[in-house]
């Protein structure tokens, strides 16, 4: 902001040189009469401007340029240190970013690809899980991956917050329950409980701690993304996650060491027109061991075997399902009005059946088999003759 008012106060400036250097070239005579009117009108509009910005603002006054810096400003101008047209050359040019050779970055673009694939699935799932769960639309969007030095990340936290210290394993990787951490915006979860508990979710800035009620609602809130964070590494490594603890003093957090780099994955949500950000932590010690499993190469080598295991787990979780499975016995047909009048001790006539018919049973409503009636273990049962060739028509 102080940025963007400091151009905008060249440009004043340099628009009333312009004019009034005109009208000196057109006055030689007056020329010093038009210095001194050049010098007023300067602080005049400095004044105005900085008036205006100060309405603007409202109390954000740190935004906007003192007295004394308008006079270091005005006194620049003067003896020339300042050149308006390098300045605006300078804004419009290219910016370039100094690299700093004794701390290197230790992410490489293909990690922040590989990062940014798998938590963008995270953030797709996790976001249907907590609409389901809160009975609110909830978008989840990720929109940065950066790298720090996990000091730097400790200092900007508050001293209270609310933090989820997750455990993670990958046996293929020879990791074991390595930490992660994630950090959740306060406003956030305060209006994730609200809604839990039969709020609005428009809730206020609440500035005290979390008490222990607060902090098993939002356990239960940690705990529904590990499947999901478990099936976003799915595609490339078979990774587990377990929560813990919850952390809510940022400044006994033990993690990692402070000189340790960092990958931060930031994920915006918005429930119900409340915004905030989570931060997901992992340490680049863990890349060492888990990127040089995702190489292109090796992934493509490994396609088949993946693809195998994961339809078999898919195969697990279906035998895993319940089916309801219906003997038809008979039927017939009846008219509406028929149906209509029927009472209590009503007796309805089937369609006759031979003794050597086989009776149909039904998967979920659809035809699958054929079998004799009969009874095993005193219980009516059924034995399977045929199998339909015409399943689920």
Same mark, same amino acid.
Request: hydrophobic content about 40%; charged content about 25%.
């Given at each position: 902001m102080q940025k963007k008012n400091t151009i905008c106060i060249y440009y004043v400036l340099a628009k009333n040189i312009y004019v009034y250097l005109f009208?000196?070239?057109r006055s030689l005579q007056l020329y010093y009469i038009n210095i001194v009117v050049i010098v007023f009108c300067f602080i005049? +509009?400095? $004044?105005? !401007?900085?008036?205006?910005?100060?309405?603007?603002?409202? +109390?954000?006054?740190?935004?906007?340029?003192? #007295? #004394?810096?308008? +006079?270091?400003?005005? @006194?620049?101008? %003067?003896? @020339?240190?300042?050149?308006?047209? $390098?300045?605006?050359? /300078? %804004?419009?040019?290219?910016? &370039?970013? /100094?690299?700093?050779? %004794?701390?290197?970055?230790?992410?490489?673009?293909?990690?922040?690809?590989?990062?940014?694939?798998?938590?963008?699935?995270?953030?797709?799932?996790?976001?249907?899980?907590?609409?389901?769960?809160?009975?609110?639309?909830? $978008?989840?969007?990720?929109? *940065?991956?950066?790298?720090?030095? !996990?000091?730097?990340?400790?200092?900007?936290?508050?001293?209270? &917050?609310?933090?989820?210290?997750?455990?993670m394993t990958c046996d293929r990787a020879k990791i074991e329950d390595e930490q992660v951490l994630i950090e959740i915006a306060r406003p956030l979860s305060f209006a994730v409980m609200d809604?839990?508990?039969?709020?609005?979710?428009?809730?206020?800035?609440?500035?005290? +701690?979390? =008490?222990?009620?607060?902090?098993?609602?939002?356990?239960?809130?940690?705990?529904?993304? =590990?499947? *999901?964070?478990?099936?976003?590494?799915?595609?490339y490594l078979e990774v587990e996650h377990i929560l813990n603890s919850i952390e809510t003093n940022?400044?006994?957090? /033990?993690? &990692?060491?402070?000189?340790?780099?960092?990958?931060?994955?930031?994920? /915006?949500?918005?429930? $119900?027109? &409340?915004?905030?950000?989570?931060?997901?932590?992992?340490?680049?010690?863990?890349f060492e061991k888990l990127f040089p499993l995702l190489d292109s190469r090796n992934y493509n080598k490994k396609g088949d075997d993946k693809q195998e295991l994961r339809r078999e787990y898919i195969l697990n979780s279906l035998k895993r399902s319940t089916l309801n499975i219906t003997g038809v016995l008979g039927s017939t047909e009846i008219e509406v009005q028929d149906l209509l009048g029927l009472q209590n001790g009503d007796i309805i006539i089937l369609n006759e059946r031979k003794a050597s018919d086989?009776?149909?049973?039904?998967i979920e409503g659809n035809p699958w088999f054929e079998g004799t009636v009969g009874i095993e273990n005193k219980n009516y049962a059924i034995k399977i003759n045929n199998i339909k060739s015409d399943i689920g028509g």
């Amino acid at each position: 902001m102080q940025k963007k008012n400091t151009i905008c106060i060249y440009y004043v400036l340099a628009k009333n040189i312009y004019v009034y250097l005109f009208a000196i070239l057109r006055s030689l005579q007056l020329y010093y009469i038009n210095i001194v009117v050049i010098v007023f009108c300067f602080i005049r +509009d400095l $004044q105005l !401007y900085n008036k205006k910005c100060r309405l603007k603002s409202g +109390d954000n006054m740190a935004n906007v340029l003192s #007295q #004394q810096q308008i +006079d270091e400003l005005l @006194g620049n101008l %003067r003896s @020339g240190e300042l050149d308006i047209d $390098q300045i605006e050359q /300078e %804004r419009t040019s290219q910016k &370039v970013k /100094e690299y700093d050779f %004794r701390s290197p970055r230790k992410v490489t673009k293909d990690q922040i690809k590989y990062l940014t694939n798998i938590f963008d699935n995270f953030a797709r799932f996790f976001g249907m899980k907590l609409t389901s769960v809160l009975r609110q639309n909830c $978008q989840i969007e990720i929109t *940065h991956v950066e790298e720090e030095e !996990y000091k730097e990340f400790n200092n900007a936290l508050e001293d209270s &917050v609310l933090v989820g210290m997750m455990g993670m394993t990958c046996d293929r990787a020879k990791i074991e329950d390595e930490q992660v951490l994630i950090e959740i915006a306060r406003p956030l979860s305060f209006a994730v409980m609200d809604l839990l508990l039969g709020g609005n979710g428009n809730v206020l800035n609440i500035e005290r +701690d979390y =008490t222990d009620i607060e902090l098993s609602i939002m356990k239960y809130i940690f705990n529904l993304m =590990t499947p *999901h964070l478990n099936n976003a590494w799915a595609n490339y490594l078979e990774v587990e996650h377990i929560l813990n603890s919850i952390e809510t003093n940022s400044r006994i957090i /033990e993690f &990692v060491p402070p000189d340790v780099t960092i990958a931060i994955i930031v994920l /915006e949500i918005e429930i $119900q027109g &409340v915004k905030g950000n989570m931060n997901i932590c992992i340490p680049t010690t863990l890349f060492e061991k888990l990127f040089p499993l995702l190489d292109s190469r090796n992934y493509n080598k490994k396609g088949d075997d993946k693809q195998e295991l994961r339809r078999e787990y898919i195969l697990n979780s279906l035998k895993r399902s319940t089916l309801n499975i219906t003997g038809v016995l008979g039927s017939t047909e009846i008219e509406v009005q028929d149906l209509l009048g029927l009472q209590n001790g009503d007796i309805i006539i089937l369609n006759e059946r031979k003794a050597s018919d086989f009776v149909e049973v039904l998967i979920e409503g659809n035809p699958w088999f054929e079998g004799t009636v009969g009874i095993e273990n005193k219980n009516y049962a059924i034995k399977i003759n045929n199998i339909k060739s015409d399943i689920g028509g």
